[in-house]
């Protein structure tokens, strides 16, 4: 398994502001991904994110409203650009050791846009 | 905090009894799922996996059932206790990139 910690783990934020969310792992990791949960719903994932190259966005996500960096094999971040009270969501970080198995998943950031 | 199961099919069991949590998927060539279970506040924790070259997995009080006939997932657990209580999403993963899709989610709701 992997220990994930990932901050803030609640922000509320005004419409129009960004807010930079933090993924860290206790070991390096081969996948990184973001996930977003809407209040009373699955997940969905935004995005994978790539160590030293540009992450790969799902349908309906853009890089311009999510930017993500992932400098390493044990960080990432996601940041959530320009909000509205569309964005109030959790978002999750998830990694996995090796391709094709077990994905582990932080204790998400739970967002709050006024 | 949010609750994640506010407009998700809840399911009532009794402590003690045994629970079945379904979970029917979308992609014929996905060949790899796993059940997570998440609690309030909390991130998706992994309960079990199986992939698409069986069609059953016992883990500790959890078992799985694949059908990829119908393509229904299952989840069994026995003698469910309080601490089971809830929603347990099933996900789905196809080809050779490892995310995920994940299903709606069942809350399961234990009561004494």
């Given amino acids: 398994s992997a220990v994930i910690s990932q901050k803030p783990s609640r922000d509320i934020c005004q419409r129009g502001t960004s807010l930079t969310i933090q993924c860290q792992v206790d070991s390096q990791v081969t996948m990184m991904f973001w996930y977003r949960q809407q209040p009373g719903q699955s997940l969905t994932l935004i995005a994978t994110a790539n160590q030293g190259s540009e992450a790969t966005y799902e349908s309906g996500f853009v890089i311009d409203k999510f930017p993500i960096s992932r400098p390493n094999l044990t960080f990432s971040t996601l940041t959530v650009s320009n909000m509205s009270p569309e964005d109030s969501s959790i978002y999750l970080c998830s990694v996995g050791h090796r391709v094709g198995e077990k994905l582990f998943f932080g204790s998400g950031t739970q967002l709050s846009v006024l | ?112």
């Fill in chain 2, 1 to 112: 905090g949010e609750s994640v199961g506010l407009h998700l099919p809840t399911l009532s069991v009794q402590e003690g009894d045994n629970s079945i949590i379904n979970c029917a998927y979308s992609n014929s060539a996905s060949d790899y799922f796993i059940w997570y279970k998440q609690e309030s506040g909390k991130g998706p924790q992994f309960i079990i996996d199986i992939r698409s070259n069986m069609d059953k997995r016992q883990g500790q009080r959890v078992t799985v059932l694949l059908n990829k006939t119908v393509k229904h997932l299952s989840l069994q657990i026995a003698a469910t206790q309080p601490g089971d209580s809830a929603v347990y999403f099933c996900a789905e993963r196809t080809g050779t990139a490892s995310k995920l899709t994940f299903g709606t989610g069942t809350r399961l709701q234990v009561t004494l």
